[in-house]
């Protein structure tokens, strides 16, 4: 579908992690000239105008998750009629974690223009002082709030080769973080990064094991958590361990150990032996 030919334009616009000096230029002049600003919680985005000496002009709608959907129409309408709508959250850049992405895919099927201004993001914030190797990264988002979801979720990064980063909530970072270094082992490097470029910023970097006792005291403030990727050697061990449930759960149903393992080592392309090793291993262990 087209655009009609008097269509506006959306702008994603990325505002200060905390900071109101980050703010760029062009997000000062957006501020002031755009016909309609959606922002996730209005009275945050009129204090950072107020920060930044600009009086916006046009009218200031909320834009939150909960109401996301139901003010698609209406500033679809606007966009249509030639209005530049910005967009804005409450820190960093809209869609990412935040609201967004919505109304992005809307004007795409509209064939509306939708453009960004770029400037701050905790992502990237993050993994620039965390002082882990990211030359190459992944975003999960925030973490499942259930235990048995979260470990599950942290189970999927143990061969992951690229650094993480992940958001939290302060009173549930204790608990991620205890079970990250269940999951993932204790020395498993990581930084927890609290409070980015605000008054209070902090980045404690360690261990995962040394990094949930500390968070065990309360934290407080926003948290971006960066976790360091593993090694091409340990990913291939800890895919081999991974596999050893696998094995057993054959054995159980009446294969023999070498049968079961050949099986699985030829699915997934394990070498046979490690897998064999590695089975041998962890029923020594479990006896032990």
């Known amino acids: 579908m087209h655009a009609e030919s008097g269509s506006g334009r959306l702008v994603l616009a990325a505002t200060p992690l905390g900071d109101s000096r980050d703010a760029s230029p062009r997000l000062v002049a957006a501020l002031a000239e755009s016909e309609v600003i959606a922002a996730e919680d209005t009275r945050r985005t009129k204090s950072l105008a107020a920060a930044l000496d600009v009086r916006p002009t046009g009218k200031v709608v909320s834009f939150y998750d909960a109401v996301e959907n139901s003010r698609l129409p209406m500033l679809l309408e606007a966009l249509r009629a030639g209005s530049t709508v910005l967009l804005v959250t409450d820190a960093g850049m809209p869609s990412v974690s935040d609201p967004g992405y919505r109304l992005v895919a809307a004007c795409a099927a509209e064939g509306i223009t939708v453009t960004c201004l770029p400037g701050p993001s905790a992502v990237t914030t993050a993994l620039a002082v965390s002082g882990l190797p990211c030359e190459r990264f992944c975003f999960e988002g925030f973490p499942p709030r259930k235990p048995g979801d979260r470990r599950r979720w942290l189970t999927a990064l143990r061969t992951e080769q690229r650094a993480a980063v992940f958001f939290e909530a302060p ?76 094995v057993e759960e054959r054995v159980a149903a009446g294969e023999r150990l070498k049968e079961a393992t050949a099986a699985v080592a030829a699915s997934s392309g394990i070498s046979r032996k490690a897998l064999y090793d590695a089975v041998l291993a962890e029923r020594s262990a479990s006896s032990g």
């Open 171 to 246: 009173h549930r970072l204790a608990a991620t973080l205890a079970d990250a270094a269940e999951v993932l082992g204790a020395d498993r490097q990581a930084a927890v990064c609290r409070e980015l470029t605000k008054q209070y910023e902090e980045v404690r970097r360690g261990g995962l094991g040394e990094l949930a006792a500390w968070a065990e005291e309360g934290v407080r403030g926003e948290i971006t958590v960066v976790l360091a990727g593993v090694s091409a050697d340990e990913s291939a061990v800890t895919d081999v361990r991974g596999l050893v449930p696998v």
